[in-house]
């Protein structure tokens, strides 16, 4: 590892303490130094605790956690299917989410239990990963990743039908807060919310970050990484898998969050290189990161009145990546 | 280690004759084994049989002294480094970082490259001339030298074979004999060399024994001077050829007729 590996990932680490700071330090109800300073050692208004404690740190880990799952996933998409377009919700996994979610939404029972809406969006995501490799695997006995994709993109048509269908049949109330759900937001964290996202998310992220290598070969191409010592299939297999699960957990609380799966882990690999040891681990952080101030911005922009955090990412994602783009290739 | 397939056969899904129909061969230790062929004889197919990477219709394979299905593919990579025809480069990657990943069947998923890995790939990249373009990105590289790094990662898994499809194809002269020595010199020392060419000439000259293929069948199967003949090599390759012993270097090669 050279210099500048490690001195991104000191300076990612110390962003990412920052971004924690700043994303509860900050928020549309307004506390000075002092305040803030009381709050943290124990004191202060209880109901001034309760938003920083209860309201604004939860958010910000759970915002930590899904954009590292996301970056995550996007980067081991990105090396098994060795194309850089694709990103955590390329196995029809956001269309899944989203046709559950709306379900719940237009039959009035996402306010009746707090966990309808993200059970009935995770349990979507599951059966259009299912149908994606059900599809695939029925296809060809080996999981080619052309048909895989192919199938993400039919199974993903599908869902976006469904959606269609209960939207056209649902009022207008229904309609907004479905799209809003689709275009994300993380106002439903809470500490169990975090703690349920973790438990997928660290464990998953953890064993991904053990296929670095396999990645690795995976991206040079799967004949020359059984010759390498992959076991290409179950690499393939097993590493879709989680990565998918990791996405479909994030997705389920959050909704759909775009362009941190896609971007993050093209960042990264810009500045550090494509060795999957280093960009896995990397990319989490600057996704974590990402997500919390995109978070920030959704809350305060337009304060009181909360923004979408995917029209944010897409605002700043786009031409940030256009810049790196453009240093990347001068250099 | 001694490569052994037995009447391998393969078909493709939707393809109606066999890619390889009942192909035998044996490649001992200490050989430069040279398989020849026309386009689509069953070449790389052949390589992919004996290495697991394609499903055999029938047959069997044996790599040392134990079928193919014993091997564990960390293992096997251990033993045998291959180098396909092409591979994809969808991410930038250095030179460096592409050989070294040969030394990966040997540490596995997490331990890092200890002084003996990276002097053994610093070797590699000496013997197959790509050292000082160790930091070059890979995407920018010309044909040939994209081959001679993926010759050097082979050589930097340390096998005890090495199995190559069309390695020197598009390499100049002096490379093209810098890796064939370099192939000779590695079945002096007892490695096994299972070389896919289209390279008739060279062939002759450093391979102990060669396997002709036609339509995925074995056409002829022995020493250069023994398959050398014109009939075979006319019909295998359904031009007509003269075949003379090279006075330079004394082994059988081949002139097209016009």
Same mark, same amino acid.
């Given at each position: ?9 000191v300076l990612?680490v ?7 700071w ?6 549309p109800v ?10 943290l ?20 880990f759970?915002?930590?956690?899904v ?8 980067a ?8 850089p ?6 196995l029809g996994?956001?269309?899944?989410a989203?046709?559950?979610?709306v ?7 996402a ?10 969006a995770?349990?979507g995501a ?15 006995r080996?999981?080619d990743?052309r ?6 993109v039919?199974?993903?048509a599908?869902?976006?039908?469904v959606?269609a269908?209960v939207l ?10 479905a799209?809003m759900w ?26 991904l ?22 076991n ?13 699960? &990791? ?8 909704g759909? &969050? ?22 896995l ?18 809350r ?6 909360e923004?979408?955090?995917?029209v944010?990412?897409?605002f700043?994602g786009v031409p940030f990546?256009?810049l790196?783009?453009?240093r990347?290739?001068?250099a | ?19 390889l129909?009942t192909?035998s %061969?044996r ?18 197919t ?5 290495? +697991? ?5 029938s047959?069997?394979v044996?790599? +040392?002294?134990?079928?193919?299905g ?8 251990r ?6 025809q092409?591979e994809?480069?969808? =991410? ?9 990943? +040969? ?12 002084p003996r890995?990276?002097?053994?790939i ?20 010309s044909?040939?030298?994209h ?7 082979? %050589? ?28 000779r ?5 007892g490695?096994?060399?299972l ?10 000259? =450093?391979?102990d ?18 398959? =050398?003949?014109?009939?075979i090599?006319?019909?295998?390759? +359904?031009?007509?050829?003269e ?5 330079i270097?004394?082994?059988?090669r ?5």
């Amino acid at each position: 590892m050279t210099l500048r590996p490690r001195l991104v990932a000191v300076l990612l680490v110390l962003a990412t303490v920052a971004a924690v700071w700043a994303g509860t330090r900050f928020g549309p109800v307004p506390f000075s130094g002092a305040q803030f300073r009381e709050i943290l050692m124990g004191g202060g208004d209880p109901l001034d605790r309760y938003f920083v404690l209860e309201l604004r740190l939860p958010r910000v880990f759970l915002g930590l956690l899904v954009g590292a799952g996301l970056a995550l996933a996007g980067a081991v998409f990105q090396a098994l299917l060795r194309n850089p377009l694709a990103e955590p919700y390329i196995l029809g996994i956001s269309g899944g989410a989203a046709a559950g979610a709306v379900i719940i939404l237009a039959l009035g029972l996402a306010g009746a239990a707090s966990w309808y809406l993200p059970g009935a969006a995770f349990a979507g995501a599951l059966v259009a990963i299912t149908l994606v490799f059900g599809v695939a695997a029925s296809a060809d006995r080996r999981l080619d990743v052309r048909v895989l994709l192919l199938s993400g993109v039919v199974v993903g048509a599908f869902f976006a039908a469904v959606i269609a269908l209960v939207l056209a049949l649902s009022d207008a109330p229904t309609v907004r807060s479905a799209v809003m759900w689709m275009m994300g937001s993380l106002s439903g964290a809470s500490w169990r919310t975090v703690g349920i996202v973790a438990a997928y998310t660290v464990p998953a992220g953890v064993f991904l970050l053990a296929l670095a290598r396999p990645l690795n070969l995976m991206s040079i191409g799967e004949e020359t990484a059984s010759y390498l010592g992959t076991n290409v299939e179950g690499t393939k297999r097993i590493a879709y898998g989680v990565a998918s699960l &990791i996405a479909a957990a994030g997705v389920a609380f959050v909704g759909v &969050i775009g362009f941190v799966g896609l971007i993050i882990p093209h960042a990264v690999r810009l500045l550090v290189g494509p060795d999957h040891r280093v960009l896995l681990p990397l990319s989490a952080l600057a996704g974590g990161v990402f997500l919390v101030l995109a978070d920030l911005g959704a809350r305060t922009a337009f304060a009181p009145t909360e923004i979408p955090i995917g029209v944010i990412t897409a605002f700043v994602g786009v031409p940030f990546f256009l810049l790196l783009l453009r240093r990347s290739l001068r250099a | 280690m001694r490569i052994e397939g037995e009447s391998l056969t393969v078909t493709y899904p939707g393809a109606g004759d066999p890619a390889l129909d009942t192909v035998s %061969l044996r490649v001992e230790p200490g050989t430069l084994y040279a398989v020849l062929g026309p386009n689509g004889s069953g070449k790389s197919t052949l390589m992919r049989a004996l290495l +697991g990477t394609v499903p055999l219709r029938s047959g069997a394979v044996r790599l +040392g002294d134990r079928p193919l299905g014993d091997w564990r593919r960390r293992e096997l990579a251990r033993s045998v480094g291959a180098v396909t025809q092409h591979e994809p480069t969808a =991410f930038p990657i250095r030179v460096r970082e592409l050989v070294a990943m +040969g030394r990966y069947p040997h540490l596995g998923p997490l331990r890092p490259e200890t002084p003996r890995d990276r002097e053994i790939i610093r070797e590699a990249l000496v013997q197959c001339d790509v050292e000082r373009m160790a930091d070059r990105d890979v995407s920018t590289l010309s044909g040939g030298e994209h081959q001679r790094v993926r010759i050097a990662r082979a %050589l930097a898994q340390e096998p005890k074979a090495l199995v190559l499809d069309e390695p020197t194809a598009s390499l100049d002269i002096r490379h093209e004999m810098e890796i064939l020595q370099l192939l000779r010199k590695s079945a002096d020392r007892g490695m096994t060399v299972l070389l896919i060419t289209h390279h008739l000439d060279l062939a002759a000259r =450093f391979a102990d024994r060669i396997l002709v293929l036609g339509c995925g069948r074995v056409a002829a199967e022995g020493t250069p001077t023994e398959v =050398f003949r014109e009939e075979i090599l006319e019909a295998v390759y +359904g031009w007509p050829v003269e075949v003379r012993i090279d006075e330079i270097t004394g082994a059988p090669r081949v002139i097209p007729r016009s």
